[in-house]
């Protein structure tokens, strides 16, 4: 009899009937799962260096996951997007790692990781070894074969190497072997040596290691406008009517002729001094509020503005071109 009812239910729902005393889940239990399934699905999760120069970086992660999320969402067929986030410091530091784990309720991930603020530091390398273990196994990547899962590493100085310590060479393989491609990110001050590391994680684990651009205008004595880019150390006088094209990044735009490389400046040679000023009481809400962006730039001898860069292009182009490859996703301007 209750069999009876079940289907009797299912054929009465479907007429836009009910009958008094049967439940909707017979019709409509399954069906939730069902399209999950039938739609692609990306694990998309950042880990991002949190200590004292970070700020102007932090508050982008911060003001377009939002934005980001709803693009990639925006796709035919649109995706399951789920985001987590990894902060990572150093040895000394108020943490090391702190976990924000996956999900699909993105106001619930805004507003984890609003909390998130720039401060400590005060040595150039930072707990990127430990960072990168973490992401890979403290968050609960998706088990499904055939999922997305792209992790952004974003940060401006290189692992601390300590006895015993994991590595990002092991950390790397383990990532490849489950499906999950690591991106680095260079942020304005990441050294030579850091720069090498980032390289390698992207290249052993089919990522795309990019350079940050950050964006300065200026007017000179007769009042003339321009913009200028500094990535990776130098700086670029980006050509005129070229302004709107500054996201795509110094190296695309030299190659396209549209900037121009300045001479480079004097280096300072306070970096690691400016990074501990950033870590004392005060300084690191400074940069966390976004007011100047974060920590002043000494790779031009002179300031940049952190907190107007490319990392939310990049980041989108990045995972754009993830679904694409993985899911034949389409995206239209």
Known sequence: ??????????????????????????????EPAKQS????????????DTTGSMGGEI????????????????????PIVRVGLVAYRDRGDEYVTKVFPFSDDIDKVVKDITALSASGGGDTPEAVNQGLHSALNDLKWTDNKKA????????DAAPHIYPGDYSWETETKNAISRGIQINTIGCDGLDSGGT???????????????????????????G???????SGGARYRVKAGAESEWKSGARD????GLAVAEPAAPRASMYKASRAMMSAPGMASFAAEGRGGGLPSTSMGGSINRGDS????????????????DSSIIYTK
Request: no cysteine; glycine share 4%; net charge positive.
């Open 1 to 30: 009899m209750q069999v009876l009812k079940s289907a009797a239910a299912v054929l009465l729902l479907s007429a836009g009937m009910l009958l008094p005393g049967l439940t909707t889940q017979y019709a409509f239990a399954d």
């Open 37 to 48: 399934a039938e739609r692609p699905i990306l694990d998309l999760a950042f880990l991002i």
């Open 59 to 78: 508050e982008m992660v911060k003001k377009k996951t939002k934005d980001l999320v709803a693009k990639l969402a925006s796709g035919k067929p649109a």
């Open 148 to 155: 997305s899962k792209l992790l952004f590493l974003i940060g």
């Open 196 to 222: 090498s590391v980032f390289e390698k994680i992207a290249k052993l684990s089919d990522g795309k290691f990019e350079t940050l651009a950050y964006r300065q205008e200026i007017v000179d004595a007769s």
């Open 224 to 230: 003339k406008r321009e913009t200028l880019i500094t």
């Open 253 to 256: 735009l030299a190659a396209k």
């Open 310 to 325: 490319n990392l939310d292009d990049v980041m989108l182009n990045a995972a754009m071109g993830k679904l694409k490859k």
